[in-house]
């Protein structure tokens, strides 16, 4: 398979590529094997399995972040317009 990019897009990738320790050719496929995976089990997948996807997607992030109770209040949200 020969793809043809804008010489552009192809450096933007091979800076990704590199900064991963792979090939440009590596790194593409890669790339392409995740997008058809996600389109594909997408599809085969039920509303139930793609929260509990979302979930574990979320669960890979840290929740550290307290927000002050004053956060939630309405005149906070929109300090213009007291």
């Known amino acids: 398979m020969k793809v043809e990019l804008h010489p552009d897009v192809e450096a933007m990738l091979l800076h990704k590529a590199r900064a991963e ?5 590596q790194f593409a496929a890669r790339t392409l094997e995740a997008a058809a995976t996600v389109s594909n089990s997408a599809v085969k997948s039920t ?4 929260v509990h996807a979302f979930e574990q997607f979320l669960d890979e992030f840290e929740s550290g972040a307290v927000l002050p109770d004053s956060a939630f209040e309405r005149e906070n949200w ?5």
């Not at 320790?21 to 050719?25: A, E, F, P, W």
């Not at 929109?78 to 007291?82: I, Q, S």
């Open 21 to 25: 320790g792979l090939s440009l050719d």
């Open 47 to 50: 509303p139930e399995e793609r």
């Open 78 to 82: 929109y300090p213009d317009r007291g």
